[in-house]
């Protein structure tokens, strides 16, 4: 009972501290008060470090099964293994609230650590915007949805921690993907403070890219992780369902992916400055807009909590965001205006444009997809997309990102000529080959058609771009690693599409019921049945079916939790051969020892988490002990007239 008290009360004084940080820290950066603005700074590191207590005492009541607890008692119990019991900090509405600040709290101290060399002003209005959005998390946690409820009466054991979630996957995907939308909030705070500051430079892209770069990462990380533990457990064959958790994970990567793009084009030419800040915040508004949807239950998904009385807090929260936003932006986006020649539409810089424009336009399909459910429903009738609409809406657009993928590489910063046309020669021939290929196989889908030669056409712009410079200048390769980590991780994507095009176009599936000693045949791969076993554990039962696949054995189980109502999980058994996932899922079992199967084979698909590490190697080579480089435009302020 005593933690209880003690994080409620840990969570209280974070809450003061990061108010008075905001108030201080706005105060101070209008009159340019150092003193204060390094006051309002160690408030900010003050109220994270009691986020941190707060953490640390709900761990401690987790692992020593503190029942007095409301949360310890819904989220564990005495059999739960004590990984998953760790893992229940973040399993369930307030704990994983408390997690997100927490890596609010971390991140947010450490970009203000690094802030000094982008000016006291911008500083403190950073600090003050982080200080704000902490203590609104604070506040929360503290008022509408504590993790330290007490029980009136503390039981003798617990609910214990959902069956979906008693995997390993638990133990790594919700921790990457909270601590990316976390992550979000340090660009958008400096883009506000920027704005705020009236600073037309670069200075703050500079200071933010990494942080920028750093939450596109783990989301990164945190979308290929949830993929794997979808195709790992759920028992559907597939990765990805276009659900609207899932939508709204991959809508700030998107936009994300835009700004880290289009960030390029203010470093090195000026121009873009008002959509970069749109990007940053548009990022950060669309994190706190799926907040709003996973926790508030307004739009049915396997992934969001129920409803409670959470959701209208985060929806006042993104109302005031986007208010807030819109006025900073309207109020400054005509001085930041630099007149300068417009550049070439075919140029780095078109390219660039032309890429945002296209990641927009699918932002805008999932979202659209992803609300119609709540605004149909609010005029009557509740329509529900499917893929079927993601396919045809979005893929057109994929198609032509891909194309550009190729292209965008050898484009140069200014008129094409000679050269760059000269350097389309390998991802012609490599699209022109693959496509010969797959017509001479007898593919006749035109996505499929598309999508693998122009994937091959990506790999080979890169091979080229890393041969070209290894044959003549290889040390350019490490004093430019920011731009060839960038290719790696072109890389690692395209390997990415061509795992998902050869496992959503060539997967083959099969339902069958079998005797033992009966085989099934798809695709080619011949597994046979060898018979059926149950085994009664503590807290649930397990029907594991045994098959023969060559010299490997799989065993697909289905595991009955009679203690939640009989509800019933699916183990599935995977095995890999060097061209396709043999996918198993247990249907069902019968009295006379029959069982029935759904059999899937999906190529390729080990190439998407081998793309998935490629891409996060490519960042991290490309960016760990990068020197931030001053570009000559950035240097020079450019002289704009700015309101008082």
């Known amino acids: 009972m005593i933690l209880g008290y003690l994080g409620a009360g840990a969570l209280l004084a974070g809450l003061v501290m990061g108010g008075f940080s905001a108030l201080l820290s706005f105060w101070a950066g209008w009159r340019e008060a150092d003193v204060f603005i390094q006051v309002g700074r160690r408030a900010f590191y003050a109220a994270a470090a009691m986020t941190g207590i707060a953490a640390v005492l709900l761990e401690v009541a987790l692992l020593t099964h503190d029942f007095s607890l409301a949360y310890v008692v819904e989220h564990t119990d005495l059999s739960t293994p004590t990984p998953l019991v760790a893992a229940g900090f973040y399993g369930g509405q307030e704990g994983s609230l408390l997690y997100w600040t927490l890596i609010l709290g971390a991140l947010g101290s450490a970009s203000l650590v690094a802030s000094a060399r982008i000016g006291a002003r911008v500083a403190a209005y950073a600090a003050g915007i982080l200080a704000l959005i902490l203590s609104f998390f604070l506040f929360v946690l503290a008022v509408v949805a504590s993790p330290f409820d007490l029980l009136s009466i503390t039981p003798a054991d617990g609910l214990g921690l959902n069956p979906v979630l008693r995997d390993g996957g638990m133990l790594i995907h919700p921790p990457v993907v909270l601590a990316g939308f976390a992550s979000f909030a340090i660009p958008f705070a400096f883009a506000c403070a920027a704005l705020l500051a009236g600073r037309a430079d670069a200075a703050w892209i500079r200071h933010t890219r990494r942080f920028a770069l750093l939450a596109w990462s783990l989301q990164s990380a945190g979308l290929l992780l949830g993929m794997w533990w979808a195709y790992h457990v759920l028992g559907w064959g597939g990765y990805w369902s276009w659900d609207p958790v899932e939508n709204v994970a991959l809508m700030p990567w998107l936009a994300t992916t835009a ?85 070439p539409a075919v140029s780095r810089e078109g390219g660039f444009v032309l890429q945002n424009l296209l990641l927009i336009g699918v932002i805008a399909v999932v979202f659209w997809g992803t609300i119609l459910p709540l605004v149909s429903g609010m005029l009557g009738a509740e329509r529900v997309v499917g893929a079927a609409y993601y396919e045809r809406a979005a893929g057109p657009i994929f198609v032509v990102i891909l194309a550009l993928m190729a292209v965008g590489p050898v484009l140069p910063w200014r008129h094409v000529g000679a050269p760059f046309l000269r350097a389309l020669r390998w991802p012609a021939a490599a699209a022109i080959v693959v496509l010969a290929g797959l017509l001479v196989a007898g593919v006749r889908s035109l996505p499929a058609l598309l999508a693998f030669p122009l994937s091959a056409a990506g790999a080979a712009t890169i091979f080229s771009e890393y041969g070209r410079v290894l044959l003549k200048k290889p040390w350019i390769i490490l004093r430019k690693r920011r731009r060839y980590g960038a290719y790696l991780a072109h890389l690692g994507l395209v390997v990415v599409v061509a795992g998902v095009a050869a496992s959503h176009f060539g997967q083959q599936e099969k339902d069958v019921t079998l005797q033992p000693g009966q085989t099934v045949t798809v695709a080619g791969y011949t597994l046979t049945y060898t018979g059926s076993d149950q085994h009664q554990l503590q807290d649930h039962t397990d029907f594991v079916a045994v098959m023969r696949f060559g010299d490997r054995t799989l065993e697909p189980s289905r595991a009955t939790y009679a203690g939640l109502g009989g509800q019933a999980l699916t183990h599935v058994a995977i095995t890999t051969t060097p061209t396709a996932d043999v996918y198993v899922v247990l249907a069902a079992t019968g009295t006379d020892g029959s069982a029935s199967f759904r059999v899937f084979v999906n190529p390729l698909v080990t190439w998407i988490w081998a793309g998935g590490a490629v891409i996060i190697l490519g960042v991290v080579l490309g960016n760990v002990g990068e020197r931030s480089a001053v570009p000559e435009l950035a240097r020079r302020r450019v002289p704009v007239t700015l309101p008082a």
């Open 259 to 343: 700004y880290l793009h289009s960030s390029q084009v203010q470093e090195k030419r000026g121009r873009l400055r008002n959509w970069n800040f749109g990007l940053v915040i548009l990022a950060f508004l669309l994190v706190v807009f799926g907040t709003f949807i996973v926790r508030s239950g307004v739009v049915p998904s396997v992934h969001t909590f129920a409803i409670s009385a959470i959701g209208p807090w985060f929806f006042a929260f993104l109302f005031a965001c986007l208010v807030f936003s819109a006025a900073l932006l309207a109020f400054r986006a005509g001085t930041f205006r630099v007149h300068v020649e417009p550049a």
